[in-house]
Every structure is written in structure tokens, then in C-alpha cells.
């Protein structure tokens, strides 16, 4: 089994900043992309950034900018650094991650997603 665990989400007055972190443990072949996504109250879910494993970035509208993704693939963690925080920045943030495992001699890849950490932007 594979384990996806948020964390770093809060209570954060407007212009602030908070670093969230997503560690990946259990029978891991490897990580391939990793990313964030967010869903506020009455939205969709939306793709905040997204990064190969070979640190190649994505940052769709609107967090460009202001969000930072980055991985330690030796800690099989990423990490999504929020500047300047916006009262509609406020969401439920999930990362997810492509997996790589080996069950029975074979290589699976499938898409692994955490619990989410809530984040509250407001003063």
C-alpha cells in the first residue's frame, strides 16, 4: 500500500505565506509527478502546480506567480511554498502523485492521492 500525507495547513492572515508538505511512504518503486490541487467551498477542483521528477514545472492560472512546487525525491516529498496569500486562496489542498510499484514481478503505475490539508486565508 501507498500513503500520501499533507501537511502544513492553517489559519493564515492575507499576505502571508505557508510551506505544505505531501510525504509518500509504503512499497514505492518510484515517484514519477507529483502535484498539488485545491478545492474551495462551491469550486471545482482546480490544479495548483504540478513537477516531473525531473523538476520540471506547471503552474496553471491562478497561483502562477506566487506558488513554488518543489520534491526531494530522497524524502519522496513535495512541497508547495504559498506567498502572498489571498482570502480566495482558501481551499482544501490535495497532492496526488504517479506511483511505480512492483506486485508480483511487474511494474504497476497508478495515481495515489493524499487526505488534503485545509487552508484558511483571513484575518
Known amino acids: 500500500q501507498v500513503q500520501l500525507v499533507e501537511s502544513g495547513g492553517g489559519l493564515v492572515q492575507p499576505g502571508g505565506s505557508l510551506r505544505l508538505s505531501c510525504a509518500a511512504s509504503?512499497?514505492?518503486?518510484?515517484?514519477?509527478?507529483m502535484g498539488w490541487y485545491r478545492q474551495a467551498p462551491g469550486k471545482e477542483r482546480e490544479l495548483v502546480a504540478r513537477?516531473?521528477?525531473?523538476?520540471?514545472?506547471n503552474y496553471p492560472d491562478p497561483a502562477k506567480g506566487r506558488f513554488t512546487i518543489s520534491r526531494d525525491n530522497a524524502k519522496n516529498t513535495v512541497y508547495l511554498q504559498k506567498n502572498s496569500l489571498k482570502p480566495e486562496d482558501t481551499a482544501v489542498y490535495s497532492c496526488?502523485?504517479?506511483?511505480?510499484?512492483?506486485?508480483?514481478?511487474?511494474?504497476?503505475?497508478?495515481?495515489?492521492w493524499g487526505q488534503g490539508t485545509q487552508v484558511t486565508v483571513s484575518s
Open positions: 496526488y502523485a504517479k506511483v511505480t510499484t512492483l506486485r508480483a514481478a511487474k511494474l504497476y503505475v497508478d495515481d495515489y
Open positions: 509504503g512499497s514505492i518503486f518510484s515517484l514519477n509527478d
Open positions: 513537477i516531473t521528477r525531473n523538476g520540471n514545472t
